[in-house]
């Protein structure tokens, strides 16, 4: 497994990137919490549905989205905000999905990210089109789709890497391996000593990284993101992490799991590492957290506003996105809709 | 002009889509080298080079699944399942996203594609190669299904889907592959999604029927000529929008319908269709509407095909007890 930071904060090797962008990166693992701690927050408020938190896999999701183009493709899952606000998602409109809009479904014309994905594994195949669409246009933007180590067991896991593969598109599958799918543990998920080793029966190389080191996940994007650029086909990335929350607001994992485990992987915090990393540089102290704790929530509170204050689709809107243009029946329903609310 | 039968059409279409946009793809199992097991993309690869016509690994979930991501990335995809049998393991991909993706992202997203399957009976195959389940597609909200039964349809009907904004099921009557012929145009023509066609007019019962079946609909048109009863018949070509107004104009004109689908009869397009007569002309019915269907049954293997598909027979003799009532 590969390590550049250690839970301690000590380098192994040499860092991927400066310290400038490590405090950058740093500040969105900060925003990516304080999102997600927002959210559990409203959901418990009966302010937002379901919601399935990320907490403990920031770096998983900035340091894979760091290593990405701005134009390149994200198709990624409901635990996957951070990484897709780091490729331009606004965090009003992930709020948006999660109090029950459809319009959060629907990113900015520039942000290259798909919708979440709710069901497990079906979105696999998609990135797979996506990069190959690129390719056959001749651009040279490349998809990267995140997914769980659940996931893997879904057959469009495998019809996915075995397309990637076999037409040689620049699909990147990255699996935030988090140890628990709801309430399975990843040793029953596959009998496969590790998820990075299913990479070869595709002829695809396979990386296993500690996930909840910034550092090595980004080296590990990079270098997928490299090779898939100059043709060099996919690759799949397993970013070891841990699910510290419930699977959704709906969950109860102490039902499955000791809370010690819980614990434990709390000690190799993500963000943690890197502040002392930082600190040792000199590049931190308690007035800069502050500083950019305080962005974080105003900017986070201006997202919930926002998100709240869409008022709700109108009356046979729910209707108007089934087609480009409303064929006569469902012209016709809308009608009786709307006719059935007044 | 030229004389072509339903395959060639079909292929024609796949022929001028492809020269004219250079985005329009055509993959699936087969398609390229041996040119589909219909031969339907025959000589296209050679043409077109395989990176336009794919041959893809066995994988229909992973098709449909890759096809929508080519779609939304900008492609239009064409893509090919052998049969419809073989479209459930796709029906994931379908239902859950290719239907939804524009309604999911509010049109920030769309997946102009076109799924091919061919559908239907009557060929002596195996199990789950003579399935009809056009009806399951219908229901899903999100999807254009269209079911061509002529040469000229399938070109104009398949330019049409390629062309549109939204995703399409075009199933392909296997059967009809190559039964008929007739006068196709060379080059780009449409035939419009959403309309009927009123094959035959007539005054006193309306014959309502899709894909494969018009050949035995039509039969029985003639035979009811024979003796003298002017039968309507109706080739419904588009379940997906459905042209309500062509069906109740004809049936509001003779008070009579009978429909005709291959596809079990419990929730099959039929009811819909009997439900739109009753909503719409129930007070210019003279009798009850009938259907005349394929049973409830698992497509039968070879030997026992003639007891499944609704015969010429069966077509007239539910007629008759509609001008009998």
């Given at each position: 497994m590969r390590q550049r930071l250690t839970p301690s904060g000590g380098l192994v090797g040499e860092a991927p990137f400066d310290i400038q962008l490590t405090r950058r990166l740093y500040r969105a693992m900060v925003f990516a919490r304080t999102y997600d701690r927002k959210g559990m927050a409203l959901q418990k408020q009966g302010r937002l549905a379901t919601y399935a938190p990320f907490e403990g896999q920031e770096a998983a999701q900035i340091g894979a989205a760091a290593a990405l183009e701005p134009n390149d493709w994200v198709v990624a899952t409901y635990r996957d905000a951070a990484l897709m606000w780091a490729q331009g998602y606004p965090w009003e409109l992930l709020f948006a999905g999660r109090t029950g809009d459809e319009r959060g479904g629907s990113p900015p014309e520039h942000v290259p990210v798909m919708p979440p994905s709710i069901t497990v594994g079906g979105h696999m195949v998609?990135?797979?089109g996506l990069a190959w669409a690129e390719k056959l246009q001749g651009t040279d933007r490349i998809a990267l789709t995140s997914f769980g180590d659940g996931a893997t067991s879904e057959g469009d896991f495998h019809e996915a890497m075995n397309f990637a593969a076999v037409y040689e598109v620049g699909c990147i599958f990255l699996c935030q391996n988090n140890g628990w799918a709801i309430s399975l543990p990843r040793e029953r998920q596959t009998k496969s000593a590790t998820i990075a080793e299913k990479a070869i029966a595709y002829g695809m190389p396979g990386i296993q990284v500690d996930g909840n080191d910034l550092f090595a996940v980004y080296e590990a994007v990079k270098e997928a993101a490299d090779r898939a650029r100059s043709g060099g086909g996919p690759t799949l990335i397993e970013a070891v992490t841990y699910r510290r929350g419930p699977h959704t607001t709906s969950?109860?994992?102490?039902?499955?799991?000791?809370?010690?485990?819980?614990?434990?992987?709390?000690?190799r915090d993500p963000i943690e590492r890197v502040r002392i990393y930082l600190s040792e540089h000199g590049a931190w102290d308690d007035e800069w957290q502050a500083a950019i704790e305080a962005e974080a929530q105003a900017e986070i509170d201006r997202a919930i506003e926002l998100a709240e204050s869409m008022p709700p689709l109108g009356p046979g809107e729910i209707l108007d996105a089934m087609f480009e243009t409303l064929p006569p029946h469902l012209e016709a329903q809308r009608r009786e809709l709307v006719e059935g609310l007044r | 002009m030229r004389v072509l039968t339903m395959a060639k059409a079909l292929n024609d279409a796949l022929d001028v889509g492809l020269e004219k946009d250079s985005h329009v793809m055509i993959m699936g199992e087969d398609?390229?080298?041996?040119?589909?097991?219909?031969?339907?993309?025959?000589?296209?690869?050679?043409?077109?080079?395989?990176h336009r016509v794919v041959d893809t690994p066995v994988a229909e979930s992973g098709i449909i699944g890759v096809a929508f991501g080519l779609a939304v990335g900008g492609m239009r995809p064409v893509a090919e399942l052998q049969f419809m049998g073989f479209s459930y393991p796709a029906f994931d991909q379908i239902i859950s996203h290719v239907s939804r993706i524009r309604n999911r992202s509010q049109h920030r997203f769309t997946a102009p594609m076109v799924i091919r399957i061919p559908y239907g009976g009557g060929?002596?195959?195996?199990?789950?190669?003579?399935?009809?389940?056009?009806?399951?597609?219908?229901?899903?909200?999100?999807?254009?299904?269209?079911?061509?039964?002529?040469?000229y349809d399938a070109k104009g009907l398949l330019l049409a889907a390629i062309a549109d904004p939204d995703p399409v099921v075009f199933c392909e009557p296997i059967?009809?592959?190559?039964?008929?012929?007739?006068?196709?145009?060379?080059g780009w023509y449409e035939v419009e999604i959403g309309r009927a066609r009123v094959e035959r007019e007539g005054a006193d019962v309306t014959l309502i029927s899709w894909g494969a079946m018009m050949l035995e609909t039509r039969k029985a048109a003639d035979r009811l000529a024979d003796d003298g009863v002017s039968a309507e018949v109706i080739d419904v070509r588009s379940l997906v929008p459905f042209d309500a107004e062509a069906v109740t104009a004809s049936v509001s004109k003779t008070g009579r319908a009978v429909i005709v689908h291959e596809a079990p009869r419990t929730a099959g397009f039929g009811a819909e269709i009997a439900a739109t007569i009753a909503e719409h002309c129930l007070y210019s019915l003279e009798a009850p509407v009938l259907r005349v269907t394929g049973w409830d049954s698992v497509f039968p293997l070879k030997r026992s095909e003639h007891q499944y598909l609704p015969s010429v027979e069966r077509i007239?003799?539910?007629?008759r007890k509609t001008l009998e009532a």
């Amino acid at each position: 497994m590969r390590q550049r930071l250690t839970p301690s904060g000590g380098l192994v090797g040499e860092a991927p990137f400066d310290i400038q962008l490590t405090r950058r990166l740093y500040r969105a693992m900060v925003f990516a919490r304080t999102y997600d701690r927002k959210g559990m927050a409203l959901q418990k408020q009966g302010r937002l549905a379901t919601y399935a938190p990320f907490e403990g896999q920031e770096a998983a999701q900035i340091g894979a989205a760091a290593a990405l183009e701005p134009n390149d493709w994200v198709v990624a899952t409901y635990r996957d905000a951070a990484l897709m606000w780091a490729q331009g998602y606004p965090w009003e409109l992930l709020f948006a999905g999660r109090t029950g809009d459809e319009r959060g479904g629907s990113p900015p014309e520039h942000v290259p990210v798909m919708p979440p994905s709710i069901t497990v594994g079906g979105h696999m195949v998609h990135a797979v089109g996506l990069a190959w669409a690129e390719k056959l246009q001749g651009t040279d933007r490349i998809a990267l789709t995140s997914f769980g180590d659940g996931a893997t067991s879904e057959g469009d896991f495998h019809e996915a890497m075995n397309f990637a593969a076999v037409y040689e598109v620049g699909c990147i599958f990255l699996c935030q391996n988090n140890g628990w799918a709801i309430s399975l543990p990843r040793e029953r998920q596959t009998k496969s000593a590790t998820i990075a080793e299913k990479a070869i029966a595709y002829g695809m190389p396979g990386i296993q990284v500690d996930g909840n080191d910034l550092f090595a996940v980004y080296e590990a994007v990079k270098e997928a993101a490299d090779r898939a650029r100059s043709g060099g086909g996919p690759t799949l990335i397993e970013a070891v992490t841990y699910r510290r929350g419930p699977h959704t607001t709906s969950d109860d994992p102490n039902r499955y799991r000791d809370p010690a485990e819980v614990e434990e992987w709390a000690r190799r915090d993500p963000i943690e590492r890197v502040r002392i990393y930082l600190s040792e540089h000199g590049a931190w102290d308690d007035e800069w957290q502050a500083a950019i704790e305080a962005e974080a929530q105003a900017e986070i509170d201006r997202a919930i506003e926002l998100a709240e204050s869409m008022p709700p689709l109108g009356p046979g809107e729910i209707l108007d996105a089934m087609f480009e243009t409303l064929p006569p029946h469902l012209e016709a329903q809308r009608r009786e809709l709307v006719e059935g609310l007044r | 002009m030229r004389v072509l039968t339903m395959a060639k059409a079909l292929n024609d279409a796949l022929d001028v889509g492809l020269e004219k946009d250079s985005h329009v793809m055509i993959m699936g199992e087969d398609v390229g080298r041996t040119g589909g097991v219909f031969r339907i993309t025959d000589g296209l690869a050679e043409k077109y080079g395989e990176h336009r016509v794919v041959d893809t690994p066995v994988a229909e979930s992973g098709i449909i699944g890759v096809a929508f991501g080519l779609a939304v990335g900008g492609m239009r995809p064409v893509a090919e399942l052998q049969f419809m049998g073989f479209s459930y393991p796709a029906f994931d991909q379908i239902i859950s996203h290719v239907s939804r993706i524009r309604n999911r992202s509010q049109h920030r997203f769309t997946a102009p594609m076109v799924i091919r399957i061919p559908y239907g009976g009557g060929i002596g195959a195996a199990e789950h190669h003579s399935e009809s389940a056009e009806a399951i597609y219908a229901h899903t909200p999100g999807l254009k299904v269209v079911v061509p039964s002529t040469p000229y349809d399938a070109k104009g009907l398949l330019l049409a889907a390629i062309a549109d904004p939204d995703p399409v099921v075009f199933c392909e009557p296997i059967r009809l592959y190559r039964a008929v012929k007739e006068e196709v145009p060379e080059g780009w023509y449409e035939v419009e999604i959403g309309r009927a066609r009123v094959e035959r007019e007539g005054a006193d019962v309306t014959l309502i029927s899709w894909g494969a079946m018009m050949l035995e609909t039509r039969k029985a048109a003639d035979r009811l000529a024979d003796d003298g009863v002017s039968a309507e018949v109706i080739d419904v070509r588009s379940l997906v929008p459905f042209d309500a107004e062509a069906v109740t104009a004809s049936v509001s004109k003779t008070g009579r319908a009978v429909i005709v689908h291959e596809a079990p009869r419990t929730a099959g397009f039929g009811a819909e269709i009997a439900a739109t007569i009753a909503e719409h002309c129930l007070y210019s019915l003279e009798a009850p509407v009938l259907r005349v269907t394929g049973w409830d049954s698992v497509f039968p293997l070879k030997r026992s095909e003639h007891q499944y598909l609704p015969s010429v027979e069966r077509i007239v003799a539910a007629a008759r007890k509609t001008l009998e009532a």
